[in-house]
């Protein structure tokens, strides 16, 4: 029964961590992540373990490898004693033939299963790290889609909003009401990525929900917006003054990057208090 359990965290942890459970299950999973020390601890050396992944090198199979060793492999083929490769030795009664490999085909065997291996791990770990919170926080948008309502704290006051967050995240997101350049600031609440609480702002543009995802960055340096589009939604990403923002709605691109632009602008020339 442990073990069975066991079983369908790891089979949990490794469909949250590809992004493939429902957002029901995504939420209830993230939650126990948060009460779990155990859980937590290994779905952290699974991240691990993953980064490690993407970060080997990726190397090209020599041309003719395969073919050399696909070679090399017929020749060890039952009923074909006499194809290069055998030894040619005598044969006890009841024993099977040993055959005597070349040096040069045992290290391209093992080449060729390092060069594989490697390109399959690199594979299955197709996502850099970008990628992989990109994704999250679009899981994070969705979910908050499906819920009742797309925020924890109903506001259109930035002074109602920004202290809600006290004491909730490891630093309170910048909150700033951009109602009068046509973003209508409407509540905030928080979300997950890896496992770690984030604040989300959230604003509306028409009928388009917007999710403005923030959270604590060491590096200070300003990294300009860039634009990506995953599931149907598009995201924009900037970084400045040691946090990560994230932008999320299916507005279109253009009016996306209106609303990032009008929100650093007002970074820029307020204080947030």
């Avoid at 089979?11 to 939650?31: K, T, V």
């Avoid at 604040?199 to 923030?214: E, K, S, W």
């Avoid at 994230?246 to 691109?253: F, G, I, P, Q, Y």
Wanted: with cysteine; glycine share 6%; hydrophobic share 45%.
């Amino acid at each position: 029964m442990i073990a069975s359990m066991r079983d369908n965290d790891e089979l949990q942890m490794n469909a949250y961590c590809d992004g493939e459970l429902d957002p029901a299950s995504a939420i209830e999973f993230e939650r126990r992540l948060a009460a779990d020390e155990t859980l937590k601890a290994q779905y952290n050396r699974l991240l691990s373990l993953r980064r490690t992944v993407r970060s080997l090198p990726q190397y090209d199979v020599p041309a003719g490898l395969q073919a050399r060793i696909q070679s090399a492999l017929d020749a060890d083929r039952p009923g074909q004693v006499d194809r290069p490769g055998w030894a040619g030795r005598p044969v006890q009664a009841g024993l099977p033939r040993q055959r005597s490999w070349s040096f040069q085909a045992l290290a391209a065997a093992a080449v060729f299963g390092a060069v594989i291996s490697s390109s399959v791990m690199l594979t299955m770990e197709r996502y850099d790290r970008q990628e992989d919170v990109a994704r999250a926080v679009v899981a994070g948008h969705i979910r908050g889609l499906l819920a009742p309502q797309p925020f924890d704290v109903a506001s259109s006051d930035r002074h109602t909003v920004k202290p809600w967050f006290n004491g909730k995240l490891d630093v309170s997101p910048p909150v700033i009401d951009l109602t009068a350049q046509g973003f209508a600031l409407v509540g905030g609440r928080l979300d997950y990525v890896d496992a770690r609480a984030i604040g989300a702002i959230v604003y509306r543009r028409r009928a388009h929900v917007i999710n403005l995802f923030v959270a604590q960055t060491p590096n200070a340096e300003h990294h300009a917006a860039k634009t990506e589009t995953i599931q149907g939604f598009n995201i924009r990403r900037w970084s400045d003054r040691g946090l990560n923002y994230w932008a999320v709605s299916d507005l279109a691109a253009d009016e996306l990057a209106e609303f990032g632009e009008k929100f650093e602008a007002a970074m820029r020339s307020a204080t947030v208090g």
